[in-house]
């Protein structure tokens, strides 16, 4: 899902320090950052390992877990949740982009994932 209002990028655009469960672990603050909208059990079942969880209803009040020096990935299932949260960032003042695809199209390139069970996935 994608939006002519929003910026987005194909999901092989994405930071491949992402793949890894601590992108940039040397740099603070880190240049970019992956952020996972989706619900608990979403992101339980299967997840990018560098990227960070705020559920889409708990952003707003957990603004101060992101950086607004850092560029922000945002990714939900298929994008349109994503948009939604990208709309209200750049609102707020974040330099943030819609990860076209979402998760689906994460496990359909074959980028890794890793989830709460020994066989992580998306779908």
């Known amino acids: 899902m994608t939006s002519s209002h929003v910026p987005s990028v194909p999901i092989d655009a994405v930071?491949?320090?992402f793949d890894a469960a601590e992108p940039w672990a040397a740099t603070t603050p880190p240049p970019a950052l992956l952020l996972d909208v989706r619900e608990d059990d979403e992101w339980s079942l299967g997840h990018a390992p560098g990227a960070i969880?705020?559920?889409m209803v708990d952003?707003?009040?957990r603004l101060d877990e992101l950086d607004y020096d850092s560029e922000i990935?945002?990714?939900c299932r298929q994008g349109?949740?994503?948009i939604q949260?990208?709309?209200y960032l750049t609102h707020v003042g974040f330099d943030a982009t819609n990860v076209s695809g979402g998760m689906v199209a994460?496990?359909?390139t074959g980028r890794p994932l890793?989830?709460?069970g020994a066989d992580a996935k998306v779908y």
Do not use: F, L, N
Request: glycine share 8%; hydrophobic share 40%; proline share 12%.
């Open 59 to 61: 952003v707003p009040a």
């Open 73 to 75: 990935y945002v990714i």
């Open 53 to 55: 969880h705020i559920p």
């Open 80 to 82: 349109g949740r994503s």
């Open 106 to 108: 994460w496990q359909q």
């Open 15 to 17: 930071p491949a320090e």
């Open 114 to 116: 890793t989830g709460d």
């Open 85 to 87: 949260v990208v709309q």
